[in-house]
Structure formats: structure tokens, C-alpha cells
């Protein structure tokens, strides 16, 4: 009597499989969904969008060395991609690689000048280096062409100040919330001043600023200068 032959167990669908891996992503289940995407990129190597999504699932789950390793895989297959580019730096920078994430931009910003994601975030890898003047030449481009970014004029001003530049700093800053006598303007001001090593003219400023209304300290109560934490976004 002949015995059948086993079954061959069917490979599976490599379309199928990255269809299954984007829900399980969506719908929040990560692990599950690294897992089918390292199955599929043993299955297709090749596949960018597999190591691109495997790797803010990994940036998700704090597993940034392993992410930032397929981010690189991907960048020697599509060298001048600006997504995948971006997603490697902001891999670096919440990992708190300052520096790492500074380079990955600057080559992103050759490539695309007109990036603003880009440019924000080599703003704050900047002022967080203390490469003050650097930011100060990023920027003031960026404000002469659009004057009204406020986060532009914040980053800037704040990088004048450091840099000891702290009456154009201030004039910038001033500018933010089209009133310079407002209590958040004097706040972000004072925000910076002390970030500039100026105590005496930070502490009159935020008087200042919480002189001119009890709303003023629940509205914002942490301003961030870029020198006070290590955190990602």
C-alpha cells in the first residue's frame, strides 16, 4: 500500500501577511504586529514599507536600537528617502542621541530645505547640544521668511539669548503672541532668560507675567528651554 506524501505546508502570502501586521498595528496590538513583519521581512527582505512600519513599532515599544537597526537597513535600499530619513532621526532623538539625530536631519535638510518637521527638530537637537550659534543660523532664515511661526520665533529667540544675544533674542521672543505684554510672552521670555544663565532678569519677568492673572499659572506650567530634560516626543 502507498503512502501519501505529506502536505507541503503553503508559504505564506507576503501581501496577506503585511495586510495582517498594518491591522494588528492599528488596532494597538504592536507585538503582535512585529512579529508578522519580521516574519515577512525573512520572506521578502527587500520589502522597505515592512521595515519602515516594523520600525515605529519598535520606536512604539521603547525598542529603539532595534529600530533604528531597520531604519538603516532601509536607508542602504532607498538612500534619499526623507521619510525614512525623519523616522531615523526621531528614533535617535527620543532615545535622547541628540547628536545622532542632529546629523540624520542635516543630511535630510540638504536634501529637502523646505522640510519644516526637519527644521524644527534641529532647532531643539541645537539648543539641547548648546550649539546656540548653529541654531541661530538655522533659524533666522526661517524667521525673515516666515516672521510669524511662533515656534520659530521661540527657538530663535531662545538661541540668540544663549548665545548672549539677549536684546535681539528678547525682541524676538516679544514678537510670539503679536502682544509682547502678555502674560505668556513674559513667561516664554523668562523661560529663556534663565536658560541663558540671567536669574535676576528671569525672576522679574515671571512676576510679571503671573502679576497679570491668576490663569496665568494653571495656563502654562512648564515651559521648556531644550536644556531641562533628555525625553523624546
Not at 187 to 193: K, V, Y
Amino acid at each position: 500500500m502507498l503512502t501519501p506524501a505529506p502536505a507541503t505546508a503553503q508559504a505564506p502570502d507576503p501581501q496577506r501577511l503585511f495586510q495582517e501586521a498594518a491591522e494588528a498595528q492599528e488596532r494597538g496590538d504592536l507585538a503582535g504586529a512585529v512579529r508578522k513583519y519580521q516574519q515577512l521581512i525573512r520572506l521578502r527582505p527587500e520589502m522597505i514599507a515592512a521595515r519602515a512600519n516594523l520600525g515605529i513599532a519598535l520606536v512604539a515599544l521603547g525598542r529603539f536600537d532595534e529600530a533604528i537597526a531597520q531604519y538603516r537597513t532601509a536607508l542602504t535600499q532607498a538612500p534619499d528617502d526623507p521619510v525614512l530619513q525623519l523616522d531615523l532621526a526621531l528614533a535617535w532623538y527620543k532615545q535622547a542621541e541628540f547628536g545622532k539625530a542632529a546629523s540624520e536631519l542635516e543630511a535630510l535638510r540638504r536634501q529637502r530645505p523646505d522640510h519644516q518637521q526637519a527644521l524644527y527638530l534641529l532647532a531643539d537637537c541645537y539648543l539641547r547640544l548648546g550649539r546656540n550659534a548653529d541654531a541661530v543660523k538655522l533659524l533666522e532664515p526661517a524667521y525673515q521668511a516666515h516672521p510669524d511661526d511662533r515656534v520659530v520665533d521661540y527657538a530663535l529667540g531662545t538661541a540668540l539669548i544663549r548665545d548672549g544675544q539677549t536684546q535681539k533674542g528678547e525682541s524676538v521672543i516679544d514678537r510670539i503672541l503679536k502682544d509682547g505684554n502678555t502674560a505668556e510672552a513674559n513667561l516664554l521670555m523668562g523661560a529663556a532668560q534663565l536658560a541663558a544663565g540671567d536669574s535676576k532678569s528671569a525672576a522679574t519677568t515671571i512676576h510679571q507675567a503671573l502679576d497679570r492673572g491668576p490663569q496665568t499659572a494653571g495656563g502654562l506650567v512648564v515651559v521648556r528651554t531644550g536644556a531641562d530634560e533628555g525625553r523624546g516626543r
